[in-house]
């Protein structure tokens, strides 16, 4: 029977490591994606590198938003399109507005599509690096900025920038409460 | 022989009997019953929502019930069938068989497997109960994505939690099985003269001890991201619903194996039986099944292409789900030529297998339409995918169970069934199991998507006829259900090789199997 105990200890042991190559899958997708530019993730935080050279080359941006789970929000771009030159830096802004009765918080989602273009997205300053809190009725502009990198392809079409905005009011203040 | 048996008796006297003998009990026999019994009760609830189903669908419009309640009957009844039907039943032969066949007095682990099964009532119990919560049972479909089954109703933490315990079971059962077959078989049975049955479950034993984890991670990440603030999956933190999609299916496409290398281990028992010939290509079934085994876990992404990939990982889980089809393909060669030139016959258990390799292949080759990326893109999410896996789950692992049990009874029970009836049996079910199934092809291929309580009106004809294919399934089914109690009323009579041509060592015990058998281990040489 000794040999019984050694193949349970065996098995055993496997299942731990399956369990635990189940949560290993979250950061191995995680480094996939961003190796392969897959799911159209952008730099989630904001761009401090060195000043990238302005080329002689233009590139439309197009600015779509969403609310997620029908959130009592108005939230939508300023501007929905603009031409913009590789390397030189933008401001734009989105439009938020509260229409519920009390305050909330919360958080953008962004994601460029073609997802394997999202690299060349280099925000340096967004709204989606921290979470918002608005009154109730308050409006907001939320602004980025941004910068299209010089290494972008040149047979590419329009980059499509998306932000999902999502209320987390109840994440939020159950934290607090703790 | 017999006088052993009774030596043997004598030392056993001590079980408790009525209800107490079977909570108790640690006999393999007793519980490949219970798994057997409970599997049965399953199948039919399992079986009643899927009529709900068809009920509904007859016709256009909504007749029967609400789209919610709709939803909970296509997601239960996917979970019951899976893990309450066909797990279960697998497991209940493995317990009744594998120590017979390898020559072994019981399972390695019996208190174990005791408990392994005695999970599973209270776990269903739990699953079924969420039916009559007041925001109802699980509605996200059997695959539990997020964001949907994130947002659905309080049954949520319960199904997790019995998935929990149903992961648990089988855990337990396949560390059971893996541990009895490569430490207790007879003296001279090498690994290469084990039956294909003990093969089969061997293989699927590893496959659930990799696999059954991997789904527990996901569904814990799935209760911590809706009641601990984790976000895995919530896009609203950070987190990505298709990232649960790849560990889901990671988890995903080895179970589909796991129920069905089991029903090829059965298959390639019975046909030589009827066939009278020794199985075709014994080492190229062992390798296929270790082959199907190991691409299992590489082919996971194609369930999910139209999810968004790029182009190298469509093309290459394309090519490695194709791929399968070169072992599954031996496979189904090595039983036509058993039988080529075999003294065939025809009886239960035989139509059985017969009708599972012409429509598992049917199944099989719809699988493989599937599998080619740009069709699937057509294909995904229609009826055609429901069309495809129940040809696979359906007369491919449901007619193993049944042929089976054909097999087998004379063994269990020491009685016959009635062979008329069995056939009887054998010709109803797969008379509907086709007019069933066939027709969710065509509707698939014009469009009909799937998990829907409502239809166009183009589809009506061919839904009417699945509808009514459907009834007379399940009503075929109750016949098997008298067939087995009225072959439990009968005397016993079946000799101890209860089949001609059958072999292996369980048909050298007495039929019926004595309580205890191998007390000694046979000779194999």
Known sequence: ?178 | MSTNIDHIKEEHHHQPSGLMRWITTTNHKDIGSLYLWFSLLMFFIGGFMALIIRAELFQPGLQLVVPGFFNQMTTMHALIMIFGALMPAFVGLANWQLPMMIGAPDMALPRLNNWSFWILPFAFTMLLSTLFFESGGPAAGWTLYPPLSLQGGNSMPFVIFSLHLLGASSILGAINVIATILNMRAPGMTLMKMPIFVWTWLITAFLLIAAMPVLAGAITMLLTDRFYGTSFFTAAGGGDPVLFQHIFWFFGHPEVYILILPAFGIISTIIPAFSRKKLFGYDSMVYATASIALLSFIVWAHHMFTVGMPLAGEIFFMFTTMLIAVPTGVKVFNWVATMWRGSMTFETPMLFSLAFIILFTIGGFSGLMLAITPADFQYHDTYFVVAHFHYVLVPGAIFAVIAAVYYWLPKWTGKMYNETLGKVHFWMTTVFVNITFFPMHFVGLAGMPRRIPDYAVQFTDFNMIASIGAFGFGLSQLLFVYILFQTLRQPVTAADKSWEGAEGLEWTLPSPAPYHSFDTPPKVD
């Open chain 1, 1 to 178: 029977m000794k040999s019984v105990k050694s193949t349970i200890t065996k098995l055993s042991l496997v299942v731990v490591a399956m369990y635990g190559f189940s949560y290993a899958l979250v950061p191995i997708y995680d480094t996939f994606c961003e190796i392969t530019g897959l799911n159209g993730k952008t730099n989630e935080v904001a761009y401090t590198g060195s000043d990238i050279e302005k080329e002689n080359r233009f590139i439309k941006i197009k600015f779509i938003s969403n609310v997620a789970n029908s959130a009592p929000l108005y939230f939508e771009p300023a501007v929905t399109e603009m031409t913009v030159q590789v390397g030189k830096p933008y401001n734009t802004h989105y439009v938020m507005k509260n229409n519920s009765t009390k305050q909330l918080h919360t958080t953008a989602s962004p994601s460029v599509t073609p997802g394997k273009f999202a690299e060349y997205f280099k925000k340096i300053e967004c709204f989606c690096f921290n979470q918002q809190t608005i009154d109730s009725g308050e409006i907001k502009d939320l602004g980025i900025q941004f910068v299209v990198d010089n290494d972008l392809p040149t047979n590419i079409g329009d980059i499509v920038l998306s932000y999902t905005m999502f209320d987390i009011t109840n994440k939020v203040v159950e934290a607090d409460k703790l």
